[in-house]
């Protein structure tokens, strides 16, 4: 474990080939302190994000009042879409940076710029202003998802990838159970009155994200990012430091003989080149993708933004206690990747991604023909939505799990950001808008018309799924990226990392 250890730090040019061992020491980890370390800074991302969103499903009806905000429905929407809105152009303008400037750079950079927006957004005094923050706090998740997804499957042990990402993106429902509660206690208007409630329910992101941002500042820069950009032995450094704060909490590290993979330094890359990645190399996996991401978008933005409208329209829920039916629903989302997300390892990313995404689609449209009917009360509702999202929930992480783990290292930034920005923009953008008029006009049947939209996306995604998908369980990023495993001496040409 010494790595470049007494040798000043060096940068190989682009273009060199080396052999280094350090994927391979990353991925035979125990899984130890230093791993949940990782998982709580790093996936506070997703409680924020979901976080976000409750709130202002909680408190939307609240914001119509005059006393508050005074919106229009159709104005809780279109704050919903500039939210996205500003979630899509912060992932690319983010993404694109965290492959140039690193992991760590940038996940400092984008939870600081949410902590200003959120405390921004409790301020807010009209439509404009409070559009306006929700756009900048969109833009801060949407690069939090760029830089953190790509530094959580570069760090974390390849044999527990599939159920590590499922378990962090589903925590995102932490961050509702969380806004729920909120709501309930700070909508409730025998302690505080509306006008003041639903500001202090938008703080409450403030008070968690500053928190995280301590203990973010001392993770490592992600040591696979280090080895493109050609920083080796800094690489190797980091690993050590890995290895030493492992062996603190789960004791001395077995010696193992370590494989070594053939890389090259890239270093930043154009926009060419991601092209030709995506449009000619990865034709199919960049179909997968777009699949995965735009019906999980379409879904989840359509129905959980207006939720708490369809409560309030069509159920009489009263505005300060929707928070309270959004937490069952909340519960069977979280529970959904807990549960679930051992199999992804271990039946395999084709087989479940392909069940989950068809089964929550067939869910999707019944639940929506019993609404339709008339044949729900705003219980039975939110029960139906549960289980339709139990299973929903694990589909929507393994979309995140499975752009995040099938492109280059290089590149892994930008991917996810694209993906994500395409997948929002044509599957979330306009949902919440949508939905918000089809709600506004009273029509059940008109409701039903977008959950069924929503059905048919995840049924053509599962289907995409079992043509398309990859048998990713288990292999390290290097191996699913195409790079070779050194068996042998160095080739000629090869500098090999751990004499560097």
């Not at 405390?119 to 005094?125: I, K, Q």
């Not at 999980?296 to 928070?323: C, E, K, M, S």
């Not at 048919?456 to 790079?483: N, Y």
């Amino acid at each position: 474990m010494a790595s470049g250890e007494g040798q000043e730090p060096s940068t190989l040019p682009v273009g060199q080939r080396f052999l280094t061992d350090v994927p391979v020491r990353l991925d035979q980890l125990p899984w130890s302190f230093w791993h949940w370390k990782v998982v709580i800074a790093l996936g506070i991302t997703w409680i924020l994000d979901g976080l976000e969103v409750t709130v202002v499903s909680a408190v939307s009806a609240v914001l119509i009042e005059p006393g508050t905000l005074g919106l229009t429905e159709k104005q809780i929407g279109l704050a919903g879409s500039a939210y996205l809105a500003g979630a899509i152009s912060g992932a690319l303008l983010f993404g694109r940076l965290t492959d140039r400037l690193g992991r760590k750079h940038l996940f400092l950079v984008t939870l600081t710029l949410y902590l200003l927006a959120a405390l921004a957004t409790a301020l807010a005094w009209n439509f404009a202003s409070f559009a306006i923050f929700r756009a900048l706090t969109g833009a801060a998740i949407g690069g939090e998802y760029a830089a953190i997804n790509s530094a959580i499957d570069e760090l974390l042990p390849a044999r527990v990838r599939g159920r590590a990402d499922l378990a962090i993106n589903g925590s995102y429902w932490a961050g509702t159970i969380l806004g729920a509660l909120a709501s309930l206690a700070m909508l409730d208007t025998t302690w505080i009155p509306h006008a003041i409630g639903w500001r202090l329910t938008f703080g409450l992101g403030v008070l968690l994200g500053g928190a995280i941002l301590l203990i973010r500042r001392h993770l490592p820069e992600s040591p696979r990012w280090l080895l493109l950009h050609g920083r080796v032995q800094e690489a190797g450094k980091v690993v050590d430091e890995i290895e030493r704060e492992v062996e603190k909490s789960a004791g001395a590290i077995p010696h193992m003989r370590y494989g070594q993979v053939h890389l090259t330094v890239k270093g930043s890359i154009g926009f060419g080149q991601i092209a030709r990645t995506l449009l000619a190399h990865h034709r199919a996996r960049t179909l997968l993708g777009l699949s995965l991401m735009v019906a999980q978008a379409f879904a989840y933005n359509a129905i959980f933004f207006t939720y708490a409208l369809v409560l309030t329209r069509f159920y009489a829920v009263p505005a300060g206690r929707a928070g309270a039916y959004l937490l069952p629903f909340a519960v069977g989302n979280l529970l959904g990747p807990l549960i679930l997300g051992h199999f992804f390892d271990t039946l395999g990313r084709r087989v479940m991604i392909t069940a989950t995404y068809a089964l929550s689609g067939v869910l999707l449209l019944g639940t929506g023909l019993l609404f339709v009917h008339g044949s729900l009360n705003a219980a039975t509702q939110t029960l139906c939505w549960s289980a339709v999202f139990f299973v929903a929930s694990a589909a929507a992480s393994s979309a995140y799990l499975t752009v995040s783990e099938l492109f280059p290292v290089e590149m892994r930034g930008m991917a996810i950001a694209l993906f994500y920005a395409v997948g929002t923009a044509a599957g979330g953008l306009a949902a919440p808008t949508l939905f918000g008029a089809l709600i506004q006009s009273g029509s059940r049947e008109r409701v039903f018309l977008g959950y069924a939209i929503g059905a048919i996306l995840m049924i053509g995604a599962a289907l995409c799924a079992l043509v398309l998908g990859v048998a990713a369980e288990g292999k390290s990023l290097e191996a699913l990226a195409g790079e070779p495993t050194a068996s042998e001496a160095p080739e000629p040409g090869d500098v090999d990392s751990r004499h560097a």
